[in-house]
């Protein structure tokens, strides 16, 4: 739809009229529209697949009935105004964010940090503050956002809101991890925390002028003596915020709220400085607590330069320094024009480098047999872990599990994506493996970010056997493969 379009005719609300579109993803698409007063509102369009049993529009629905039956028109939060729904979409209309440039886009977090480069300590902890109060209107409701995120962030009329309601969903005990990789936290349940941890992550973006992904790097324009004071404040939010150990994060917004203001607070009056030496290790990254001595950052940007090479694994002819598992997880496995490749039966499937490695990058281009297959790269073997293409989507699996043990709280994690290769495509998969995190990429893009595995061990690949309703387990093949160690 390109030109002036009415959508909804005499039924429920008439003649609102989509003016242009401000921007489409893989969801839908934000329109600027008119309704029947006139009065400008953000339309947003999501098309109606029906060949999917549980589509986007579902799961935007079900976000748009928690908003209308729990919250209403909470502070801090965008308003919806309208809800309908055709054969062909499901769509509403909701504030307009404020607009700008040429052509007009909408003015978000992300776009606004872009522009000033980096936010003022108290103007940051004004806007932090502001959306911990819709923040915590939604946990009050039993709601967690699960995507707060920059660009999710926007100005409507001068007052910054949260926005994109469509991954809103009641807190339970157990809850998939979506959203963005970069704003989810490595290790624990995605509940009300896992909210608060994304709000650390934004204010980290606001503070630095940096990206989620460069966390915890630190620019040094803060790291000068006139801003150790502000640095040390707001290096303590983010890192309380963002702790690797969710028992030791914020656990509510009221929380989070009180140790902003008294930050404010004591940012105003100048109080405390801390010496020039000392630092916070956190996760395996150094974080300036107020001021790091400027020899130490000159080290880390040295040794990102001098990175190790990448060490073949497979020479494309046989399978010397492989080994498979013992039973039941053998498999019979083979060499098949130039790549690794298992014979598809009923069972469980594990093939093995001989030599133990202990932190690094491992990937390898894997290409299944057959449509919804099952299968990935494991490490840290004995006690591996397992990043594997799970039909539809990806798994993160942690540590091997025997058939006696107790189920494990937060051990699966599955991750939807769009890169779901059917029979004889190919797919990048590539694992970042470290103590404090691990990281998982797909054709070279993040997916998603785990708790670190902080022993060596062998890496490998990992391919699903028969359960119950299946007539076979899986298969596939292996090329490129190659591990990077760490500096």
């Not at 003596?225 to 707001?234: A, V």
């Not at 060499?335 to 990058?361: H, N, P, S, W």
């Not at 994506?417 to 990048?428: C, F, L, N, R």
């Not at 076979?472 to 190659?482: P, V």
């Amino acid at each position: 739809m390109d030109k002036l379009d009415e959508i909804g005719g005499g039924d429920g609300i008439g003649g609102l009229k989509s003016v242009r579109c401000l921007g489409s993803g893989a969801v839908g698409e934000v329109w600027l529209a008119h309704d029947a007063a006139g009065r400008e509102v953000a339309l947003k369009r999501i098309p109606i697949d029906k060949r999917r049993g549980r589509s986007v529009h579902t799961r935007e629905l079900a976000a748009l009935e928690l908003l209308a039956n729990r919250l209403g028109e909470q502070s801090g939060l965008i308003h919806v105004f309208h809800v309908g729904i055709t054969d062909d979409e499901l769509w509403y209309t909701m504030e307009l964010a404020d607009l700008v440039g040429e052509p007009p886009m909408v003015l978000s977090l992300d776009r606004a940090i872009e522009s000033a480069k980096r936010f003022t300590g108290p103007d940051a902890l004004d806007i932090i503050e502001h959306l911990l109060e819709g923040v915590g209107g939604l946990h009050d409701a039993g709601v967690v956002h699960r995507d707060i995120k920059p660009t999710n962030i926007l100005s409507v009329g001068g007052e910054w809101k949260l926005g994109d309601i469509g991954l809103l969903s009641e807190e339970r005990t157990e809850m998939t991890a979506v959203g963005t990789p970069e704003f989810i936290p490595p290790w624990g349940p995605i509940d009300r925390r896992a909210d608060l941890y994304a709000m650390g992550r934004v204010l980290y973006c606001m503070a630095t002028g940096l990206t989620a992904r460069a966390f915890p790097t630190l620019p040094d324009e803060l790291l000068r003596p006139e801003r150790q004071h502000e640095t040390k404040l707001m290096n303590s939010l983010v890192l309380r915020a963002c702790d690797p150990d969710p028992g030791k994060r914020f656990q509510t917004a009221e929380e989070f709220t009180a140790e902003v203001r008294k930050a404010r607070k004591e940012m105003s009056m100048g109080e405390g400085l801390l010496t020039r030496r000392r630092a916070v290790v956190v996760g395996g990254g150094v974080i300036a607590a107020a001021l790091v001595a400027p020899m130490v950052w000159p080290i880390i940007r040295n040794k990102a330069k001098s990175a190790p090479k990448w060490i073949s694994l497979f020479d494309g002819k046989t399978l010397d320094g492989w080994e498979t598992s013992v039973l039941p997880y053998a498999g019979n496995w083979f060499v098949r024009d130039g790549e690794i490749a298992c014979m598809r039966d009923q069972g469980y499937k594990q093939l093995y480098t001989k030599r133990k490695f202990q932190y690094g990058r491992f990937r390898s281009v894997m290409t299944p047999d057959h449509d919804r297959a099952r299968l990935g790269l494991l490490y840290g073997y004995p006690e591996a872990s397992f990043f594997v293409l799970y039909e539809d989507k990806y798994l993160w699996i942690k540590k091997t599990k025997l058939s006696d043990d107790p189920e494990e709280l937060d051990r699966w994690r599955s991750f939807p994506s769009t890169m779901i290769p059917k029979a004889g495509q190919s797919v990048a998969m590539e694992l970042d493996w470290g103590p404090d995190r691990t990281r998982l990429f797909i054709n070279g893009k993040l997916l998603q970010e785990v708790p670190g595995l902080p022993r060596p061990g062998q890496v490998g690949f990992y391919v699903w056997g028969k359960e119950e309703g299946d007539e076979q387990g899986d298969s596939g093949s292996f090329r490129d493969i190659e591990f990077q160690p760490r500096a």
